[in-house]
């Protein structure tokens, strides 16, 4: 099947600085990238969507100069979290779609993110 | 607008006892349906999902899924529970007049008792 793979798995930053995580598909050429963010014990919450070579959207309420969303290929998506604080601790997970009008969507396996 | 109900936050079930985790869904036309299970510090795993045809799909590690239009529900059932199915649950619905994104019920957690 269809691999995503997720890096890092976990990362501890600073408070101020900004990590970036990194969203591969593996075996395909992914038009469509999502991130997700899940908090302890509740279920995902959509960030964004990206489309390769087109500026992703945003939900409602998610900070577009915070999380920063990349996708600049068809197998590669990064999430750059800008001057993280505390409260930016979460379990971010992206997942992709191989076209636009396809139904199943591949997820990574998450990164722990940890401001201190 | 489409939505996902998953009215048990969550379920205790004995080793060997069957299982079924229920999910209701809002949605006009004939919905795209997923079933995935995570465990803990992980991603999402697909257990199985349901586009057309046989309303009773099956997925991977014993699990089976029923489509039924009329009570707008897709229950997740196995018939033997095993102590490594203990994880959380969620059931998806594609939203396609909302860009194809997934939209995720509040989860089941499951706990599986000796």
């Known amino acids: 099947g269809a691999v995503v793979s997720q890096h890092p798995s976990w990362v501890i930053c600073k408070s101020g600085t900004s990590v970036k995580i990194e969203c591969r598909s593996l075996?395909?050429?992914?038009?469509?990238m999502f991130w997700y963010r899940q908090f302890p014990k509740q279920s995902l919450m959509l960030m964004a969507t990206?489309?390769?070579?087109?500026?992703?959207?945003?939900e409602q309420g998610v900070e577009k100069d915070k999380f920063l969303i990349n996708h600049a290929s068809l197998t590669l998506s990064t999430l750059t979290v800008t001057s993280a604080h505390p409260e930016d601790s979460s379990f971010y997970i992206c997942?992709?779609?191989?076209?636009?009008?396809?139904?199943?969507?591949?997820f990574g396996q998450g990164t722990r993110l940890t401001v201190v | 607008a489409q939505s996902v109900t998953q009215p048990d936050i969550h379920i205790t079930v004995s080793e060997g006892a069957s299982l079924e985790l229920r999910c209701n869904y809002s949605?006009?036309?004939?919905?795209?349906l997923f079933w995935y299970v995570q465990s803990p510090g992980q991603g999402l795993q697909l257990l199985l999902k349901?586009?057309?045809?046989?309303?009773l799909v099956q997925g991977i590690k014993g699990f089976e899924a029923e489509f039924k239009r009329s009570q707008s529900s897709f229950n997740l059932r196995k018939p033997s529970v095993h102590w490594s199915d203990a994880a959380e649950y969620f059931c998806a619905v594609v939203a396609y007049n909302q860009g194809g994104k997934l939209i995720f019920g509040q989860g089941t957690e499951l706990s599986v008792k000796p």
């Open positions: 990206s489309n390769e070579g087109s500026k992703a959207t945003y």
């Open positions: 349901y586009f057309s045809g046989d309303t």
């Open positions: 075996d395909f050429q992914a038009t469509t």
């Open positions: 949605y006009g036309a004939t919905p795209y």
């Open positions: 997942s992709a779609r191989i076209d636009p009008t396809g139904t199943e969507a591949f």
